[in-house]
Nanobody, 126 residues
Framework: QVQLVESGGGLVQPGGSLRLSCAAS????????MGWFRQAPGKEREAVAA????????YYTDSVKGRFAISRDNAKNMMYLQMNSLKPEDTAVYYC???????????????????WGQGTQVTVSS
């Protein structure tokens, strides 16, 4: 099992920034691909960003490219999502997730992730 806890969400004005953190415990964090997902009211959960276990591959959904940056610190069992130039359409509950099994790949499908945090609310509004 991998336990994941997100933090860093909140209310921010359009154009502002937030940094989400995901703390992992349990099995060896460094062998898993990790990802950030979000779910807005009435919408399906979508992949926002993902990172391979060795940091050498990343994925961003088109709507956040150039604004968000995913990173991880395997020594600290932490993953981060730096979100800049936030827009109202970024409002959602953000979840961190760990891959179902150890792998060097980066994954973008919900079905590839087996461990989830409880989510943190991000609200972008003036």
């Amino acid at each position: 099992q991998v336990q994941l806890v997100e933090s860093g969400g909140g209310l921010v004005q359009p154009g502002g920034s937030l940094r989400l953190s995901c703390a992992a415990s349990g099995r060896t964090f460094s062998v898993y691909a990790m990802g950030w997902f979000r779910q807005a009211p009435g919408k399906e959960r979508e992949a926002v960003a993902a990172i391979s276990r060795s940091h050498d591959s990343t994925y961003y959904t088109d709507s956040v490219k150039g604004r968000f940056a995913i990173s991880r610190d395997n020594a600290k069992n932490m993953m981060y999502l730096q979100m800049n130039s936030l827009k109202p359409e970024d409002t959602a509950v953000y979840y961190c997730a760990a891959g179902r099994r150890p792998s060097p790949r980066v994954y973008t499908q919900i079905s590839d992730y087996g461990f989830w945090g409880q989510g943190t609310q991000v609200t972008v509004s003036s």
